[in-house]
């Protein structure tokens, strides 16, 4: 945990008041702690209001405090750019890298933030202020990477412990690898009806690039042909497509600062030189009807005298070569459940189920789905009481996450990947990546 409370204005416990707001809120059944909340602590006699801002990274938690009114969107921003800059100069984000490298992070902070304001988050500015060698964290030591850590170049595959090295720190023999790893990442938000209409569909992608080229050459990223930038005309990118319905049509987008658009309202291509660390190359957003990856069917119903019995399936709508994992269904159950068994399909491997008392929930992992095929889960609930209403009103609705690696909804991909050459011999690896990750997926009962 990292605490940033640069202008002395709050009492050194803090950090302590901190996690202990945060262990309660978990202990007493409720969800993860909020972003922002405002806790109470006793200064010098005096009973003081304290804003704490938090986001968790890989588990780690970096928090601000502040007694000041303050933007809350710009301190979340600002702790996600700080965990971005540290994990450069790390390689990788954890408990013992950063205990390993705690000089260093203070360096970091203390040029990031000085007496409370931001001066930077640039990477490529903050070099030239911080000189400490990171202490690398032996990447056989990390946390086995799943599916979701895999880069492709072509039919090449390669882990992604590749790009936790360190963007400032000097490789063993002098020699640094020439490579590059942009990954597409897009968070689909679905709303289904109870008859399993679509009532909502939205996507939030990034185009995040790292680069370890030597020299920041320019690159030259091609999209898609067919690619189109806001509906209905009128946008400053009003591009039409002649494809069709198949078209790619984002309803708008960002670039960061380095990228120009010189071509791309010729050839769809964006031209850029990489600065050093891990960036957003362009956000966008999607509207247009998709196809979702997952289709969710709930029935909840009495089975006799102070029981019910829900039922649960989820089908895989992607192609057969594509497996998505790390899957979690949740749903709320009626305050008055006291029970709950469960029986999973003939052969089920890598499921648990589980009922939260506390909160009356019940919790169904998977580990892995493969495309085009079902899952299905029963359970049987026992009451404390009679109900007095519809079940459907008072249980639901299920809510779903996953990751689907080397696969995307949008469509929206990467045609290539051109740099800038220095000699004829100078080829360095690009590698791609593709991730599909849950942000709101919930069906209504």
């Known amino acids: 945990m990292i605490v940033i409370a640069d202008r002395g204005e709050v009492a050194k416990g803090s950090a302590e008041i901190f996690f202990r707001k945060v262990k309660f809120w978990k202990e007493d059944g409720?969800?993860?702690?909020?972003?922002?909340?405002?806790?109470?602590?006793?200064?010098?006699?005096?009973?003081?209001?304290?804003?704490?801002?938090?986001?968790?990274?890989?588990?780690?938690?970096?928090?601000?405090?502040?007694?000041?009114?303050?933007?809350?969107?710009?301190?979340?921003?600002?702790?996600?750019?700080?965990?971005?800059?540290?994990?450069?100069?790390?390689?990788?984000?954890?408990?013992?890298?950063?205990?390993?490298?705690?000089?260093?992070?203070?360096?970091?902070?203390?040029?990031?933030?000085?007496?409370?304001?931001?001066?930077?988050?640039?990477?490529?500015?903050?070099?030239?202020?911080?000189?400490?060698?990171?202490?690398?964290?032996?990447?056989?030591?990390?946390?086995?990477?799943?599916?979701?850590?895999?880069?492709?170049?072509?039919?090449?595959?390669?882990?992604?412990?590749?790009?936790?090295?360190?963007?400032?720190?000097?490789?063993?023999?002098?020699?640094?690898?020439?490579?590059?790893?942009?990954?597409?990442?897009?968070?689909?938000?679905?709303?289904?009806?109870?008859?399993?209409?679509?009532?909502?569909?939205?996507?939030?992608?990034?185009?995040?690039?790292?680069?370890?080229?030597?020299g920041n050459p320019e690159i030259r990223l091609a999209l898609n042909e067919d690619l189109s930038i806001g509906r209905g005309g009128g946008t400053i990118y009003d591009y039409r497509s002649s494809s069709g319905s198949g078209a790619v049509i984002l309803d708008d987008c960002n670039f960061h600062e380095s990228v120009r658009l010189d071509s791309f309202d010729m050839d769809r291509t964006l031209s850029l030189v990489p600065p050093d660390g891990e960036f957003p190359v362009m956000n966008y957003r999607m509207t247009q009807e998709f196809k979702p990856p997952f289709r969710i069917n709930c029935l909840i119903e009495e089975a006799g005298q102070l029981k019910a019995e829900v039922i649960i399936k989820v089908r895989a709508e992607f192609p057969s070569n594509i497996t998505a994992n790390t899957i979690a269904v949740q749903m709320p159950l009626p305050k008055y459940t006291t029970r709950a068994s469960f029986e999973l399909e003939p052969g089920a491997v890598g499921q648990r189920t589980d009922f939260k008392e506390a909160n009356k929930k019940l919790e169904w992992g998977l580990k892995k789905i493969v495309g085009g095929s079902e899952h299905t889960l029963r359970a049987k609930l026992t009451f404390s009481q009679e109900s007095h209403a519809n079940l459907t009103k008072e249980a639901g609705p299920v809510s779903m996450t996953f990751t689907i690696p080397m696969y995307n909804v949008s469509r929206l991909q990467v045609k290539y990947l051109q740099i800038a050459k220095k000699s004829s011999s100078y080829n360095p690896y690009r590698w791609v990546r593709y991730v599909t990750q849950a942000n709101s997926y919930v069906a209504r009962i």
């Open 30 to 214: 409720q969800e993860e702690a909020p972003p922002v909340f405002v806790g109470i602590i006793l200064l010098k006699n005096n009973v003081d209001g304290v804003n704490y801002f938090h986001v968790k990274v890989v588990g780690l938690l970096f928090v601000a405090t502040t007694r000041v009114n303050v933007s809350p969107s710009l301190v979340l921003e600002l702790l996600q750019r700080i965990a971005r800059v540290i994990k450069d100069y790390l390689g990788v984000l954890s408990e013992d890298s950063l205990r390993k490298n705690f000089v260093l992070v203070y360096e970091l902070l203390d040029e990031v933030i000085d007496f409370g304001y931001v001066q930077t988050t640039s990477t490529e500015v903050l070099k030239s202020y911080v000189f400490n060698e990171p202490i690398v964290v032996d990447a056989a030591r990390l946390q086995p990477l799943g599916p979701a850590a895999i880069f492709m170049q072509g039919t090449k595959r390669m882990p992604g412990t590749a790009v936790t090295k360190s963007v400032v720190a000097n490789e063993p023999g002098g020699r640094k690898r020439e490579e590059i790893f942009v990954d597409i990442i897009e968070k689909i938000s679905v709303t289904f009806s109870s008859s399993g209409y679509i009532l909502t569909s939205e996507i939030d992608g990034t185009i995040q690039m790292k680069s370890y080229l030597s």
